[in-house]
């Protein structure tokens, strides 16, 4: 008759590699779905195109020389409308350069 700590350490080892197998099996049914999945969309979903060739490249700064504002002024209009849209009130539209542009709420929560 073996010890009890041989006889749980046998048990524990026996139960980590039943453990082990059935994440690595998961794992790897997991990564067929997914290779079928990602071939099945490939083979099935139409081409778009020209979708890419519309794509410029962007310089190092990410914005054109000159474009500095009106870049700003689209993100402004864009969070302004965000928010209204998140809030749902129904206030007038903000437009670029405008004051009126809702300020951000330091130290709310969502």
Known sequence: MAEPAVDAFAQGLELM???????????????????????????????????????????????????????????TVAVAAFRQHRSGSSSSTVTPGSTDAPRSRAGTQR
Not at 21 to 34: P, Q, R, S
Not at 36 to 56: E, K, N, W
């Open 17 to 75: 590699l039943a453990g082990m197998g059935t994440v690595f099996v998961f794992l790897t049914l997991l990564v067929a779905a997914t290779t079928l999945m990602s071939a099945l969309v490939q083979r099935f979903t139409p081409d778009i195109p020209g979708h890419v060739q519309g794509v410029r490249s962007a310089k190092a700064g990410g914005v054109e020389d000159g474009n500095e504002g009106e870049v700003i002024a689209a993100i």
